[in-house]
């Protein structure tokens, strides 16, 4: 059985099917899961809980995300926060993108649904 963590984990997730496969799994971790609409959102909250780890779907739409990563590790509030990043596996330009821009763990969609704890786990 995993040990358990407190902490925050804050979710840039638009696909609800992806929100029900993540935030059951994140709160057995012992995670307060918080979700986010927009890239303003999420970087708030990014700023405002200091998480454990972000998880940013890699496909949100309307949002660059890649754009977002590298936001991210130039903020001097919020750089070093760990980002686990995922997208579809035929998309392997955008996730070799997101891992040129400095995330911590790029996986395919079928990867984090399949192993999800075992992936936060790395990060606590």
């Given amino acids: 059985m995993s040990r358990l963590h407190s902490g925050n984990a804050v979710c840039l997730i638009p696909d609800l099917f992806f929100v029900a496969k993540v935030e059951s799994p994140l709160q057995m971790l012992g995670l307060e899961v918080l979700f986010a609409g927009s890239e303003g959102e999420f970087l708030d909250a990014l700023r405002r809980h200091q998480p454990i780890l972000a998880l940013i779907d890699l496909r949100a739409r309307g949002i660059d ?3 977002l990563i590298a936001t ?8 070093g926060t760990q ?6 596996h035929v998309n392997a ?14 996986v395919t969609n079928g990867q984090l649904s399949a192993h999800l704890p075992t992936l936060v786990s790395q990060f606590l």
């Avoid at 991210?72 to 750089?79: E, G, N, Y």
């Avoid at 996730?95 to 911590?104: I, N, V």
């Fill in 93 to 106: 330009p955008l996730l070799e993108a997101a891992r040129e821009a400095g995330a911590d763990e790029v």
């Fill in 83 to 88: 980002l686990l990043c995922f997208g579809d």
């Fill in 65 to 67: 995300t890649i754009g």
């Fill in 72 to 79: 991210i590790r130039t903020d001097p509030d919020i750089q």
